[in-house]
């Protein structure tokens, strides 16, 4: 078991993994205040990696990083590579839009536009001058089929998403972010708002999105990233402490403060 603080970084070999993306020495500062210790990791496609640590850890700060989200914020500066498809897309040249149709984020409380189901999904591509009925109608049924939520709105799809229920909303979300047919989806606590039944759902429709895209979640609940997840990683203070296998950090992790905090001895 290791004591000292330091961060862990299990590389996957790139010969056996196919690796959907990689950041490099990634930090974040707000102003002058590093939230973020360099982090260097690697997640495999069409797998569920899950970020885990204490509130303030630094988790949402680097899965904001990830598609750039982080350059909302004005105080942010992020630093280090991200490589997807062999680009660094933390290069101040590359086209944000770009990055973030290729990586979409569901957010921890469903946020559906005040339109109707049909429209929430169909909202972006309208914009991008899909026109096309027909294409725009397969994009809805597929997407919500794969968000698992067409069979309860099938019959209502000009009913307004703000009708629907808090796990319907996060559902509908999920098929709004899909419908620009990303590589990756980013989830910042996506079953945080909702009751066991709605996250039960969720859950089971992560298992069916990791047949087609790479996930990465950042959860509270041990229990959702030991069931959800096949790998784990464990923030703490701004630091990634270790990275492996989900199996692998619930039953013997290599750091003494992962093990404390999966086992619920923090502090
Ligand atoms: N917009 C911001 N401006 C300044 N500091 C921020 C900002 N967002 C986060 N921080 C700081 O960065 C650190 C990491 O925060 P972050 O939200 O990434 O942690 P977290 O692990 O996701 O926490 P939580 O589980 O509570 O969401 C914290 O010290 C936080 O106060």
């Known amino acids: 078991m290791e004591n000292k603080l330091t961060s862990f970084t299990r590389k996957l070999d790139p010969k056996q993994k196919e690796i959907a993306l990689t950041t490099e020495d990634l930090r974040v500062f707000y102003g002058p205040k590093a939230a973020l210790e360099p982090v260097s990791l690697q997640f495999e496609r ?20 990830l598609n750039r989200m982080n ?3 004005a105080s942010a500066r992020v630093t280090g590579k991200i490589l997807y498809r062999s680009v660094d897309i933390n290069q101040p040249t590359v086209d944000v839009y770009q990055v973030r149709r290729q990586i979409g984020m569901v957010f921890q409380r469903p946020n559906p536009f005040s339109k109707s189901i049909y429209d929430n999904i169909t909202f972006a591509l309208k914009r991008r001058g899909v026109k096309d009925r027909q294409q725009l109608d397969e994009v809805v049924e597929t997407t919500l ?22 796990g319907q ?10 419908a620009l047919q990303p590589d990756i989806l980013l ?3 996506p079953a945080s708002a909702l009751d066991p039944i709605s996250t039960a759902n969720i859950e089971n429709t992560m298992q069916e999105l990791k047949q087609h895209y790479t996930i990465i979640i950042v959860t509270h609940s041990m229990q959702q990233a030991a069931r959800v997840s096949d790998y784990t990683a464990f923030f703490h203070l701004g630091k ?8 692998h950090i619930f039953t013997r992790p290599k750091v003494q403060l992962t093990e404390d905090y999966v086992s619920g001895h923090f502090g």
Not at 48 to 64: C, E, H, P
Not at 146 to 162: T, Y
Not at 240 to 247: S, V
């Open 240 to 247: 990634l402490l270790e990275f492996d296998y989900t199996r």
């Open 71 to 73: 350059d909302t914020i």
């Open 169 to 178: 909303q996060q559902r509908l979300c999920i098929a709004r972010a899909l």
């Open 46 to 65: 069409y797998k569920i990696t899950s970020l885990i640590g204490a509130s303030g850890s630094g988790k949402s700060t680097y899965l904001r990083s």
């Open 145 to 166: 089929k794969q968000a698992s939520l067409w069979e309860q709105v099938k019959d209502d799809l000009n009913k307004s998403a703000l009708s629907l229920s808090g």
């Open 187 to 189: 989830m910042d606590e």
